[in-house]
T-cell receptor
Framework: GENVEQHPSTLSVQEGDSAVIKCTYS??????FPWYKQELGKRPQLIID?????GEKKDQRIAVTLNKTAKHFSLHITETQPEDSAVYFC????????????FGAGTRLAVHP | KAGVTQTPRYLIKTRGQQVTLSCSPI?????VSWYQQTPGQGLQFLFE???????NKGNFPGRFSGRQFSNSRSEMNVSTLELGDSALYLC????????????FGQGTRLTVV
């Protein structure tokens, strides 16, 4: 079946600390794994994505790692800031395309000054 | 370039009524997907349209339907509304092909009373 598990559901860190969110997917044919940030009352916005032909991707303070063998991928945020506070969703694209994303349940990140 | 536009932003309907939501994708994007977002179930895939054809459908009852027009604009319809249909309905547009970014609209907040 199609399933993405995301942990933790809530995460509280001090400003400047790192935050790590982990996801596991079930569809071995998935090749695209985006991460979305959703602030309260706003639309989900892509912050970083990774395709299965790479194991790691970095964009400033954000990095994503992918282990296709274990079907795991993770989001790493370093030097967290209060504006990083939001709900983060991982997703896996259903194998075969058709632009169908299977989302994790979300992680509510709170960064305290 | 204008983003994904959804109308209306808010709707209040009574049980048993039907509702139609609209989505205008980013210019040049021909794939439109719909998602239901609720606090309990997260982001759930409803269906995806390309070239006026539904290519993929999620696990929702037949009361949920959609269509796409020749200009790629899409509508979704929910008939015989139930209280549990109260949710944020998000549409996302993408270029065609695997591993392409999905851009979300602001969503339509539907409340069924």
């Amino acid at each position: 079946g199609e399933n993405v598990e995301q942990h933790p559901s809530t995460l509280s860190v001090q400003e400047g600390d790192s935050a790590v969110i982990k996801c596991t997917y079930s569809d071995s044919a998935s090749n695209y794994f985006p991460w979305y940030k959703q602030e309260l009352g706003k639309r989900p916005q892509l912050i970083i994505d990774i395709r299965s032909n790479v194991g790691e991707k970095k964009d400033q303070r954000i990095a994503v790692t992918l282990n296709k063998t274990a079907k795991h991928f993770s989001l790493h945020i370093t030097e967290t800031q209060p504006e990083d506070s939001a709900v983060y969703f991982c997703a896996a694209e259903k194998g075969g395309g058709y632009n169908k994303l299977i989302f994790g349940a979300g992680t509510r990140l709170a960064v305290h000054p | 370039k204008a983003g994904v536009t959804q109308t209306p932003r808010y709707l209040i309907k009574t049980r048993g009524q039907q509702v139609t939501l609209s989505c205008s994708p980013i210019s040049g994007h021909r794939s439109v997907s719909w998602y239901q977002q609720t606090p309990g179930q997260g982001l759930q895939f409803l269906f995806e349209y390309f070239s006026e054809t539904q290519r993929n459908k999620g696990n929702f009852p037949g009361r949920f339907s959609g269509r796409q027009f020749s200009n790629s604009r899409s509508e979704m319809n929910v008939s015989t509304l139930e209280l549990g249909d109260s949710a944020l309905y998000l549409c996302a547009s993408s270029l065609i092909g695997e591993n392409t970014e999905a851009f979300f609209g602001q969503g339509t907040r539907l409340t069924v009373v």
